[in-house]
């Protein structure tokens, strides 16, 4: 068989771009020539950087069959095989190789054929790779939205462009800082730190990155500095009890009544049902709660098991309620949407003042409410369906503050009446 048919039968078509596959001669073709000079400055880095490491297309000779660098001089004609399809290379050694680094480049299979220590992952594309692979069908709903905001609004705007190999501890230590200094909490920023931890912790298993820096226990979260109150002093909280049938609607008047008077959290008062109500012993089962899924409502159970609970209603709410009946299955309203809610909230703070806080800020001024009237602690952690304590203390600095202010107050006008009846007597 002639040496011309021989060479012609080994090639296969590979339905690539003509521009890879070498004329009859053995010689690069004139389009591939050009497009190698014309070739994107990235293209031309990555080959070179391969240029100068023989452990990266060559590692396994089976995938890049006989790209070596031996006998620089010689013109030889070599095949690569990718994903099972044949590509023939002609050239000396160090032009065979460069020529397979572009071609791969060009496939979009360089990163796929480097050793892993060599390849890159920027953060945002592994870290929601991770979330669908190992989170989506194994986490609550509420959970892994959590995780999706978390992902989103906070580690992918900072890390998602950063190769995983460069988030160092130095850059972690960054990220925490930048978290005090928006007001995010200290349990916030942990909860961010656990998710890092968690996708990098995988990563080390798949040996993309050596270290876990999320890990070192040198890092430290601060403390913020808090510009504006997020509670209602006890003067604040009454007050805006005394304005709740200001509201112009009935849902409004219902909903901020229920964040006042019980402690529930946001989405349990949106979750909650007239059914779960029983006017005749004044009591409230609290068993579901409303999330969102971008804007739509997702019921589900409390955020914690200690969420199930049945808290005791107090007379003005129950009478608020009687008073602003409606014909719906749920309390506040009837299919809620974030939207709404959002507009419900702003409505509210135009209508009364509420002192710039939020829902989430009334049931920390409840907590710290009913602290001051003396019940115990225990009991104000089981009707609020709190699961641990640590929360429990942060809300309670709240009320220690507000008890250290009213105690100055009160000094403050003992030492007053003291100089007064001083004076008194030293005038007769």
Same mark, same amino acid.
């Not at 521009?19 to 497009?35: F, P, S, V």
């Not at 929601?128 to 939205?145: G, M």
């Given at each position: ?11 296969? #078509?590979?339905?690539?771009?003509k #521009? ?5 001669? $053995? ?31 060559? /590692? ?7 790209v ?27 032009q ?18 480097? %050793? ?63 978290? @005090? ?24 298993? #798949?040996?993309?990155?050596?270290l ?19 509670? !209602? ?22 909903? !901020? ?36 899924? $971008?804007?739509?409502?997702?019921? $589900?159970p ?11 209603? %107090? ?9 602003? %009946?409606?014909?719906?299955?749920? @309390?506040?309203?009837?299919? @809620? ?16 003042? @509420? ?11 409840? /907590? ?5 009237? $003396? ?10 369906g ?34 007064n009846?001083?004076?008194?007597s030293?005038?007769?």
């Amino acid at each position: 068989m002639d040496e011309n048919r021989k060479y012609t039968r080994s090639r296969i #078509d590979t339905g690539v771009k003509k #521009d890879y596959l070498e004329d009859e001669r $053995g010689h690069i073709g004139q389009n591939q020539k050009a497009e190698t000079e014309n070739r994107p400055a990235q293209a031309r880095s990555k080959a070179e950087n391969l240029e100068n490491s023989t452990d990266s297309l060559v /590692a396994n000779s089976q995938i890049v069959e006989g790209v070596y660098l031996n006998e620089p001089g010689v013109v030889k004609r070599e095949r690569i095989n990718i994903d099972g399809q044949t590509y023939w290379m002609t050239g000396t050694a160090q032009q065979r190789y460069m020529r397979g680094a572009l071609l791969l480049y060009k496939l979009g299979k360089l990163n796929e054929y480097l %050793p892993k220590e060599e390849q890159r992952h920027d953060f945002a594309g592994y870290a929601l790779d991770w979330l669908e692979t190992y989170k989506v069908k194994t986490l609550r709903h509420t959970t892994l939205a959590q995780y999706k905001s978390i992902l989103n609004r906070h580690l992918i705007p900072y890390f998602g462009e950063m190769d995983l190999k460069e988030i160092a501890t130095a850059s972690i230590q960054d990220f925490l800082n930048q978290k @005090v200094e928006e007001g995010y909490a200290q349990k916030s920023i942990r909860e961010y730190r656990r998710l890092l931890e968690m996708i990098l912790d995988s990563a080390v298993q #798949d040996e993309y990155v050596r270290l876990n820096h999320a890990q070192d226990r040198r890092l430290r979260i601060g403390t913020r500095k808090k510009n504006e109150r997020n509670y !209602l002093t006890d003067e604040q909280y009454m007050d805006v009890i005394a304005h709740i049938t200001d509201l112009s609607s009935p849902s409004d008047r219902r909903y !901020l009544a229920l964040l006042l008077f019980t402690g529930m959290r946001r989405g349990e008062v949106l979750g909650l049902r007239w059914s779960d109500i029983n006017f005749q012993d004044n009591s409230i089962y609290i068993h579901n709660a409303i999330t969102f899924d $971008g804007n739509a409502p997702v019921e $589900g159970p409390t955020k914690t098991e200690k969420g199930t609970r049945t808290v005791i209603m %107090p007379e003005m709410l129950k009478q608020i309620l009687l008073d602003n %009946p409606e014909d719906s299955e749920f @309390v506040v309203k009837d299919g @809620v949407t974030s939207s709404y809610v959002k507009r419900m909230w702003e409505r509210i703070k135009r209508e009364i003042n @509420v002192y710039n806080v939020t829902p989430h800020g009334i049931r920390h001024s409840w /907590a710290s409410h009913m602290n001051r009237l $003396g019940i115990n602690q225990k009991a104000i952690q089981t009707a609020g369906g709190w699961a641990d304590e640590e929360t429990m203390r942060e809300i309670y600095t709240h009320s220690d503050h507000e008890d250290l202010r009213l105690a100055t107050e009160m000094f403050d006008r003992s030492m007053q009446a003291t100089t007064n009846q001083h004076e008194s007597s030293q005038a007769g």
